[in-house]
């Protein structure tokens, strides 16, 4: 067919920032993909919950403590987390290679008390259904943790290097940041799950 | 901001059309040689690939289902063992569903998609060509273990018990449940880069209103796709820790419950149907306006029938459990709802009707298998309302008759649509069209064969005669329509090796497709065919929902987009304004690595636990590797 020249966009940026990005867009949508996988597990704690004469399984409920401070750990870590979202967005490149070591550090620390919190549970996976329910429940959130903090150290090291200024990092930053929220707000519910609703 | 040097900056603005196709096939050229080949991220090589192989599972599962005809064309045959029954029953459904029907759908899209919305590759191309690599493995796993005694025979819904600890030994549960991670994985991958690709790489001006029918079917498909399969990546991984680790999820002597698998499995099961059924709406829907010759009837209540559809989706899967016992309001509910979807789909078909009504339709291969859908899902539809029914799904559940209404919406209602997309697409996709003489006997055989196999199924499930048994008694008076049936399959098995031969044979003696052989109204039509590697010259601009009938002779087109590195452009989600001239990756061997050491993981993981452990190291790395900046032009922001 024939060209007719309608529109010139040469004068657009070279780069898509937050809403005009496809990771931005990306990220959501395995936001979604992932939170309904949390909510179907959640489904299945209630599902089981409904079924169970009592309520949990032939065990104490879960110790407080290591879940509750890695509760607190993680929704501390939101504070930088915003701070490192608005130091990529004004390009302050100084603030943000120190804020991505502190997310880095802070997606670490809440690993501590998730490796004391399995054995916090009182229950094993193959006691009974119970006891599955509560292991999937932290192992899949385990994993959001360390899959999130792996890509943010490889973040941390690429932010030390020459491709560290560009723009498509930061809005890697941004986009990291953005996942760091849903790994902490996805754990509220699990927590209120596992520790809490075992004690009503 | 950049590191890279953007000093110098050639643009296409000015480029007479030779220099710049020439100047854009060096920076979009797939490179030849293994390691090209494995490395391409062109979604048009990958969507191919996709097509080839999904096709050749068809084939595959076709086989298996003619065994199953001859073992049923009489009684007490012995030409299948019942434990070898079991696997062919359970590997047909399996591979149909998916290794076939949906990876072919998606693969349709992965092609097309980018081409209808004029853009030049897909968004998150790495990704799209790690799903290819990762959707292949699964297939072969199946098949592999099928052909070593291994495959699943517990069905393609993996009922516990049967496929629990207790009754599955071996592995071959676990087959099938690792075989699920690698599809649903590569389904999910798709699902997302659609989603990405239709809001925010439209051509500009292509508003929400403006959309392709095709592509809204996949927007709506995708999103159903992200929502329903991690239904079945949580069942999947449950039975495995079940089958694995000592887990009790459906162990009911430990607070497990088997029903909680069949709530699982059919919240995502139901949706999977219209996974399968919309992008054949979406496909019927382009090729009815097209020869029909109009745009078509009734845009806007086709695009809502389609939200609808997707979200009362969700809503229907207890239908599948009528017979398990649940509260009484509970199926009330699930019936109305089953129910209530037959209105959007009554929408479309009146949509569909009013536009072949009220144009000049021409009677092309495409437009017969959308008249033979048309009437064969109708009657799959209402057999569709009749189970929907508690009373009459009690007694039919399980039967024949149940066989036979599936057949009827799956093959009527997605692969009649699919062989008329193959017929309508294929002068795109290869430069050649197929036999239109050829075209109109494999629509006839595939029709009138399709509709005597499965037509009488429906009286075989009201006579009593269950599904997955292996034989039956002479005593029981089913041979005869048993016999019928499977002579009746042989014809429809040579619809469809005609379709085979046609395909074929059209690739090397097809007559030339010209850019547009139909006279159709979509972006796809506007570039040659097959398509160059980087779809279009010049970016399209776009002002109707028919821009070729809008513009037959000239193509807007948008300028300034540079030529030293792969730039598309990104326009806003709902009036697809130009937003930024985004790159797009290069080709790269990182993800077949990847998907190379995802599948040592996966498949090791059957046998040890703690594969999951070590097998994530070498994905990491892999993973590290892909991502990791190159220093290429793409990298310029």
């Known amino acids: 067919m024939r060209q007719r020249i309608a529109l010139d966009v040469s004068e657009l940026p070279m780069h898509g920032l937050e809403g005009a990005s496809p990771t931005w867009w990306?990220?959501?949508?395995?936001?979604?993909?992932?939170?309904?996988?949390?909510?179907?597990?959640?489904?299945?704690?209630?599902?089981?919950?409904?079924?169970?004469?009592?309520?949990?399984?032939?065990?104490?409920?879960?110790?407080?403590?290591?879940?509750?401070?890695?509760?607190?750990?993680?929704?501390?870590?939101?504070?930088?987390?915003?701070?490192?979202?608005?130091?990529?967005?004004?390009?302050?490149?100084?603030?943000?290679?120190?804020?991505?070591?502190?997310?880095?550090?802070?997606?670490?620390?809440?690993?501590?008390?998730?490796?004391?919190?399995?054995?916090?549970?009182?229950?094993?996976?193959?006691?009974?259904?119970?006891?599955?329910?509560?292991?999937?429940?932290?192992?899949?959130?385990?994993?959001?943790?360390?899959?999130?903090?792996?890509?943010?150290?490889?973040?941390?090291?690429?932010?030390?290097?020459?491709?560290?200024?560009?723009?498509?990092?930061?809005?890697?930053?941004?986009?990291?940041?953005?996942?760091?929220?849903?790994?902490?707000?996805?754990?509220?519910?699990?927590?209120?799950?596992?520790?809490?609703?075992?004690?009503? | 901001m950049s590191t890279l040097d953007i000093s110098s900056d050639p643009r296409d603005t000015g480029l007479d059309e030779r220099a710049l196709a020439r100047r854009l096939a060096d920076l979009w050229q797939t490179p030849r040689g293994i390691i090209g080949t494995l490395s391409s991220v062109d979604h048009k090589i990958i969507g191919r690939r996709y097509i080839v192989t999904a096709f050749f599972f068809l084939l595959l599962g076709g086989v298996l289902a003619l065994a199953i005809r001859i073992q049923l064309a009489k009684p007490e045959n012995r030409f299948l063992a019942p434990d070898l029954y079991n696997q062919v029953f359970t590997v047909h459904g399996a591979n149909m569903m998916f290794l076939f029907a949906v990876p072919v759908m998606e693969a349709f899209a992965v092609y097309l998609v980018p081409l209808m919305i004029g853009t030049r590759n897909i968004a998150f191309p790495r990704l799209n060509a790690f799903s290819y690599w990762i959707y292949l493995p699964g297939g072969i796993t199946l098949w592999v273990a099928f052909a070593l005694d291994m495959g699943p025979d517990v069905g393609w819904f993996a009922y516990v018990p049967l496929s629990g600890p207790q009754y599955g030994a071996g592995k071959r549960a676990d087959i099938w449940a690792q075989m699920i991670t690698f599809t649903e994985v590569s389904a999910l991958a798709v699902a997302v880069e659609l989603v990405v690709t239709i809001f925010k790489q439209r051509a500009p001006g292509m508003s929400l209103d403006k959309i392709p029918l095709f592509v809204w079917s996949m927007l709506v498909t995708s999103f159903l796709i992200i929502m329903a399969m991690p239904a079945i990546m949580v069942a999947s991984t449950t039975l495995i820790l079940d089958r694995l680790v000592g887990t009790h999820f459906y162990n009911p002597a430990e607070g497990g419950d088997v029903l909680l698998w069949q709530h699982l499995f059919w919240f995502f099961g139901h949706p999977e149907v219209y996974i399968i059924f919309l992008p054949a709406v979406g496909m019927v829907s382009t090729i009815v306006s097209t020869f029909a010759r109009r745009p078509i009837f009734g845009y806007l209540p086709l695009v809502l029938a389609l939200f609808a559809t997707g979200i009362l989706a969700f809503g229907l899967w207890v239908h599948h459990m009528f017979v398990v016992g649940l509260p009484r309001v509970g199926e009330s509910f699930f019936t109305a709802s089953s129910m209530a979807i037959a209105v959007p789909n009554g929408i479309q078909i009146f949509c569909w009707l009013a536009t072949l009504w009220d144009g000049r339709p021409v009677f092309k291969t495409p437009l017969l298998f959308v008249i033979a859908f048309i009437i064969t899902f109708v009657i799959g539809g209402l057999t569709g309302v009749m189970v929907a029914s508690v009373p009459l799904d009690t007694q039919v559940h399980d039967t024949y008759f149940v066989v036979a209404h599936f057949h009827y919406v799956l093959v009527g209602g997605a692969v009649f649509p699919l062989l008329g997309a193959v017929y309508y697409?294929?002068?795109?996709?290869?430069?050649?069209?197929?036999?239109?003489?050829?075209?109109?006997?494999?629509?006839?055989?595939?029709?009138?064969?399709?509709?005597?196999?499965?037509?009488?199924?429906?009286?075989?499930?009201?006579?009593?005669?269950?599904?997955?048994?292996?034989?039956?008694?002479?005593?029981?008076?089913?041979?005869?329509?048993?016999?019928?049936?499977?002579?009746?399959?042989?014809?429809?098995?040579?619809?469809?090796?005609?379709?085979?031969?046609?395909?074929?044979?059209s690739a090397f003696s097809g007559e030339p497709a010209p850019e547009n052989p139909w006279n159709a109204p979509t972006l796809e039509w506007a570039t040659s065919s097959p398509p160059p590697s980087y779809n279009f010259e010049r970016i399209p601009v776009v002002s109707s929902s028919d821009p070729l009938w809008e513009t037959p002779e000239t193509l807007p087109v948008a300028t300034g987009l540079r030529t030293d590195r792969r730039e598309l452009l990104l326009t806003s989600l709902s009036e697809a304004n130009p937003q930024a001239r985004e790159s797009s990756p290069r080709d790269s061997i990182w993800p077949f690595l990847a998907a190379i050491a995802t599948t040592v993981m996966l498949i090791s993981s059957i046998f040890s636990a703690w594969a999951v452990v070590w097998g994530s190291v070498p994905i990491a790395v892999t993973l590290i590797a892909w991502f990791w900046p190159k220093g290429t032009p793409e990298d310029a922001a």
């Open chain 2, 425 to 505: 697409w294929y002068p795109k996709i290869i430069g050649r069209m197929m036999s239109e003489r050829l075209g109109r006997w494999v629509a006839g055989l595939v029709f009138v064969g399709f509709n005597l196999t499965f037509f009488p199924m429906h009286i075989l499930g009201l006579i009593g005669m269950p599904r997955r048994v292996y034989t039956y008694g002479p005593e029981m008076n089913w041979g005869s329509i048993n016999l019928f049936v499977s002579l009746s399959a042989a014809i429809l098995a040579a619809g469809f090796l005609l379709f085979f031969v046609d395909a074929i044979r």
């Open chain 1, 26 to 200: 990306g990220t959501f949508a395995f936001m979604l993909l992932e939170g309904t996988g949390f909510a179907l597990v959640i489904a299945m704690y209630l599902y089981l919950l409904d079924l169970a004469p009592q309520w949990p399984i032939g065990a104490e409920p879960p110790r407080l403590g290591p879940g509750t401070a890695l509760t607190v750990i993680l929704i501390a870590s939101l504070v930088p987390n915003l701070f490192i979202s608005r130091w990529a967005r004004e390009r302050n490149m100084r603030k943000v290679r120190f804020g991505i070591v502190i997310m880095s550090l802070l997606g670490i620390a809440p690993l501590i008390p998730r490796a004391f919190e399995f054995s916090a549970l009182n229950t094993s996976w193959d006691s009974n259904a119970y006891g599955s329910i509560l292991w999937t429940m932290l192992g899949l959130h385990t994993t959001h943790i360390v899959t999130d903090v792996a890509d943010t150290i490889v973040l941390a090291v690429l932010m030390f290097t020459r491709h560290g200024t560009n723009l498509r990092r930061l809005g890697d930053v941004q986009d990291n940041a953005l996942y760091w929220n849903f790994v902490v707000l996805t754990w509220l519910p699990l927590y209120i799950c596992i520790y809490w609703i075992p004690r009503l």
